[in-house]
């Protein structure tokens, strides 16, 4: 863990990682929405950086996304230039009626995405993603490692 994301914004990330795609971003929490004068800009911003977990296991690279709230078509999970896995997505804000009262807003709504670079060992053509109680599950599959080939010589004499 490096100092870097903990002075600004306390995203779990390392600078070192050279497979992670966050970029500090200085006007991240710098505008909040009109009308939501009680609710942080860290909170609006909260959904906009959805949390993803990535582990690899010795079959394939597994990400874990909390969308709570989202269903499956407002997701969209895609890889580019054969090598960058994308998940995005837009939650809608709900409907203001003019007679209503809100005392506290807390749940952030808007567009998300999060990109990673994925290591050569992946089956980027065999990806699969599923959606269940808010969680959005991607399977990247991994190319078996060859192990060297060894052919046993007949020492003669």
Known sequence: ??????????????????FSLDVWDPFEGFMTPSG????????????????????ETPEAHVFKADLPGLKKEEVKVEVEDGNILQISGE???EDEEKSDKWHRVERSSGKFMRRFRLPENAKVEEVKACMENG???????????????????DISG
Not at 39 to 54: E, G, I
């Open 135 to 153: 969680v959005l599950s991607v399977t990247v599959p991994k190319v078996p490692e060859r192990k060297p080939e060894v052919k046993s010589i």
């Open 36 to 55: 939501l004068t009680n609710a942080p800009a860290k909170d609006v911003a909260a959904f906009t950086n959805a949390k993803v977990d990535w582990r």
């Open 91 to 93: 939650r809608s804000s």
């Open 1 to 18: 863990m490096s100092l870097i994301p903990s002075i600004f914004g306390g995203r779990r990330t390392n600078v070192f990682d050279p």
